[in-house]
């Protein structure tokens, strides 16, 4: 599986970007894609996710500005970001994985993992004040 992002770049306080995320690989593979990000001396955090039946998860510190989407039918993840603050700078990294089972609401469920598999490069988003 090869996971690669695109878009990043340097923007002023309140701009926007849109980074793009092409993952190749069979369907149970990248049924889980997800955008990460790690700023500097920080650790590696979650922004937002999209499984392939359409579950989204999006984290509280960019709700209402960033927003997520996915085109199945180019295993194709897209984070649109709005109204961006310096402290959105960070490589933004996607990443792809399988469903594992997980031990939820005691069973056992098909779910996208907490650590996902296939990892990108990288792509950096600097915002300046």
């Known amino acids: 599986v090869q996971v690669v992002e695109s878009g990043g770049g340097a923007v002023q306080s309140g701009g926007s970007l849109r980074l793009s995320c092409a993952a190749s690989g069979d369907t149970d593979s990248t049924y889980c894609l997800g955008w990460f990000r790690q700023a500097p001396g920080k650790e590696r955090e979650v922004v937002a996710t999209?499984?392939?039946?359409?579950?989204?998860t999006v984290a509280d510190s960019v709700k209402g500005r960033f927003a997520v989407n996915r085109d199945n039918s180019k295993n194709t993840l897209y984070l649109r970001m709005n109204n961006l603050a310096p402290e959105d700078t960070a490589m933004y990294y996607c990443a792809s994985s399988e469903r594992q089972f997980i031990f939820s609401s005691g069973t056992y469920k098909l779910l996208c993992p907490e650590t996902y598999t296939y990892w990108g490069q990288g792509t950096q988003v600097t915002v300046s004040s």
């Open positions: 999209f499984d392939r039946a359409g579950e989204t």
